[in-house]
């Protein structure tokens, strides 16, 4: 299981790269979403895979015993969803009205910020 | 009550922000509102700037989880002094947006953003939890974008995008880093972090996971050669969030590699070389850019790429005096540059755009003024006695010490080429004769505004360089309070016992 | 885009995805509460009857502002992070619990203050975002 995880994260992280290096916003928007969700499975991932151990405390007890799946990975990704959540809906927001102002899909054609003159 | 101060800077932020929500379409209420409470904001900060200079370092675990499992504000010298600072440059520029922030702007709740974006720098400053750090990034970014796109011009547009991409990416890797650091070590609180990272045997993985961090941060500081977003971008609003900007953004990425590469990371080995090769780069590539561009704020924004590196020169020679000198810089370096993007807003009410050849003349039209811009522009050269040229002192110092001649010839290289920017630009503003443009119908002229509308662009750069003043006169305060934060940063060892003992000295 | 059957559908699934949206607010996945999951389906609910109706009648039966939403939202959250503070001297977002349970919601803490304000700001924010993008430019 964690190899096939591996593995996503690395197909995640090297299609977003690729669509982030496409000229169309869009796509780099796509790119980003995928790197996110990417960044998440690593998270996951680095916290260790348990299946079925929950890490809830037994009524007879006062802490956990043998081995329980780390919760706070999963915090950390919760987190991290609702802020790329907020990021990417503006992102969203933002290449719309760019499309409408600069009307153009092309990043390459957004030179104007970065003219001498 | 003195445990509760801590996080008053973030939550009196929030409040401001919050109230101003509520008075969205009234934007003279909103004004008001938020000088008021700027200044309050200020009375905190300075509260808490001199409890920790009295007390120590003042720590509070959020929801009372003991140390290592919650999350923990620790205001340490450095920390509660770049909150002062902060709210002093948010109180100045919530009083410039009175007449630089046209009311359709305020309707987009500018205001409220403007303080969401000083509660997620103090909180970034304040926190002492790696991961929370990541959120309170992510909280100044979303609200840089809108700041940036409020108005929604094409050129705003389009340099919005560029920034949005790289600080997007630059969060994407910091949060690579975090997960890897939690993978290896299992813990997020950057005080048990500086304990277990020694303890790590593969040190290839700890040098990867730092040099991953190192880019996450390098990207929002703008270290060569990821900066390339600051100059398409930085021009690009109005002269209120540019200052903003200019002043505290690219601080924040100071401030965390000075925070990550003293207390997890120490800097040693290839680290410090690859530190100090990126500063020398830093410097040659931002006073290269600063010097061909042709308007000012443009020249401005290189400029804060090319002075980045004497703080992440000071950081990486990593000595104690080196630090003092990177720390001084970057206090003397927020509210310079927070002057100069003001003076910039100035500029463009003046001659209706802020081309260097189309400028000029301000000597004789504005001759008191030209004395008041004057002194940021000779405090950014580091004239003696104005601010600038007190930490160089250290800085140089320390690479003399260290026997460093690469950061000497870099620093005298970034101080020459400074001087000769701001030579250029005191040629063509303020000495030459200004060349005949039409002007333009919409914009109002300086000279139109009414004495309340002139107050509300002067006052703020008067304050400003009142603080510069205070920087040069009394340089051995500031100095003091440096070494102090010099003292701390290389012994982390008080700020992991400030973590962990507070329960010990609460009972 | 007029659909017979989204339509006559959406009347029925909007009372039913809030409903379900508030018993997520206070039960989350499993246990205590989750105000971002249920402002998320209280704003798909929405989201789903401006697809079937159009966006004017969404805007009608909303009454407010889909904005007003995040400063009362974001005052909840606030408020309830700060009670600890004033009312107790406790550190920041400490959680309050009062003792007594309360039938069908169980026992109430500022937690649940803070959920609810979540929950709001996220209805919001995610309208607002919403009717921005779909409104014809």
């Given at each position: 299981m964690e190899i096939l995880l591996a593995i996503m994260t690395g197909v995640l992280y090297a299609g977003g790269i690729y669509f982030i290096l496409r000229r169309s916003l869009v796509k780099l928007i796509i790119g980003i979403v995928l790197l996110g969700n990417g960044v998440n499975l690593l998270i996951f991932l680095m916290g260790g895979l348990v299946k079925g151990k929950p890490p809830i405390i037994p009524e007879e007890s006062h802490h956990l015993e043998g081995l329980y799946a780390d919760p706070v990975p999963q915090a950390l990704i919760l987190t991290a969803i609702v802020i790329s959540f907020g990021l990417q809906s503006f992102a969203i927001v933002l290449i719309k009205r760019a499309y409408k102002v600069v009307k153009t899909d092309d990043i390459d054609a957004m030179n104007k910020t970065d003219d001498i003159e | 009550m003195s445990e509760h101060l801590i996080i008053l800077p973030i939550i009196v932020q929030a409040i401001i922000a919050v109230t101003l929500l509520f008075f969205w379409r009234k934007p003279k209420t909103q004004r008001v509102l938020s000088i008021v409470g700027s200044s309050i904001a200020v009375i905190i900060a300075s509260m808490l700037f001199g409890t920790v200079w009295n007390q120590g370092t003042q720590v509070l675990q959020l929801g009372n989880w003991e140390a290592p499992f919650g999350i923990s504000l620790v205001g340490d010298t450095l920390a509660a002094a770049l909150v002062l600072l902060t709210s002093i440059v948010a109180l100045v520029i919530s009083i410039y947006s009175?007449?630089?922030?046209v009311s359709a702007r305020v309707k987009f709740g500018y205001y409220a953003i403007f303080h969401f974006l000083i509660m997620g720098l103090s909180g970034a400053f304040l926190t002492g939890d790696i991961f929370n750090l990541y959120v309170w990034f992510e909280v100044i970014i979303i609200s840089s974008f809108v700041l940036l796109t409020i108005g929604g011009r094409k050129i705003q547009i389009e340099g919005a995008v560029k920034y949005f991409t790289l600080n997007m990416l630059s969060s994407i890797v910091f949060l690579t880093g975090i997960a890897m650091l939690y993978g290896v070590t299992g813990s997020l609180n950057m005080a048990e972090l500086s304990q277990i990272i020694p303890t790590i045997e593969n040190k290839g993985i700890v040098q990867t996971i730092s040099l991953v961090f190192m880019i996450g941060f390098g990207v929002k500081a703008g270290l060569f050669p990821l900066y390339l977003w600051l100059p398409a971008s930085y021009h690009t609003p109005p002269a209120a969030v540019s200052a903003l900007f200019g002043g505290l953004l690219t601080k924040v990425g100071v401030y965390a590699l000075i925070r990550v590469f003293t207390l997890i990371f120490p800097l040693q080995g290839l680290n410090q070389d690859i530190l100090m090769i990126i500063a020398g780069f830093t410097v040659f590539f931002g006073g290269i850019g600063a010097l061909v561009q042709k308007d000012v704020i443009r020249v401005f924004s290189y400029l804060i790429i090319c002075h980045i590196g004497f703080m992440i020169g000071g950081l990486s020679l990593f000595t104690e005096i080196a630090l003092v000198g990177a720390v001084f810089y970057m206090f003397h370096d927020i509210i310079v540059k927070a002057t100069l993007f003001m003076i910039g807003g100035v500029f463009f009410r003046m001659f209706?755009?802020?081309k260097l050849y189309n400028m000029g003349g301000l000597m004789n039209d504005y001759p008191r003024l030209s004395l008041l811009f004057a002194i940021p522009l000779f405090a950014l050269v580091g004239i003696p006695p104005l601010s600038g040229f007190w930490p160089k002192l250290s800085l140089f110092g320390a690479s003399y010490q260290m026997n460093s001649i690469f950061m000497l010839v870099v620093f005298i290289f970034a101080s020459l080429i400074t001087l000769i920017i701001i030579a250029k630009v005191w040629n063509n503003v303020f000495a030459k004769n200004a060349r005949k443009t039409e002007k333009l119908e919409k914009l109002k002229y300086y000279d139109q505004f009414d004495l309340r509308e002139k107050s509300a662009m002067i006052i703020p750069i008067l304050m400003l360089v009142c603080v510069i003043l205070y920087y040069s006169i009394f340089a051995e305060h500031i100095q003091l309070v440096a070494e102090r934060i010099g003292n701390e940063l290389m012994n982390s060892d008080q700020y992991v016992e400030a973590v962990f003992n507070l329960k010990d000295e609460a009972k | 885009m007029k659909s017979i059957i989204l339509t006559t559908v959406s009347k029925t699934l909007l009372p039913l995805l809030l409903l379900f949206s508030v018993f997520v607010l206070l039960r989350g996945h499993y246990l205590p509460g989750g105000g971002f999951i249920a402002g998320l389906i209280a704003s798909i609910a929405f989201i789903l009857h401006s697809f079937a109706n159009g966006l004017k009648k969404t805007r009608h039966l909303l009454r407010?502002?889909?904005?007003?939403l995040i400063p009362v939202g974001l005052a909840l959250a606030i408020g309830s992070a700060i009670a600890p503070m004033i009312f107790q001297d406790l550190p920041v977002m400490t959680g309050l619990w009062y003792h007594n349970e309360i039938p069908v919601i169980g026992k109430i803490g500022s937690a649940l203050f803070f959920d609810s304000g979540v929950y709001l700001v996220v209805i919001g924010v995610s309208l607002t975002i919403i009717f921005t993008i779909s409104e014809k430019a």
């Open positions: - | 009175n007449t630089n922030m209706g755009n802020t | 407010i502002h889909p904005g007003f």
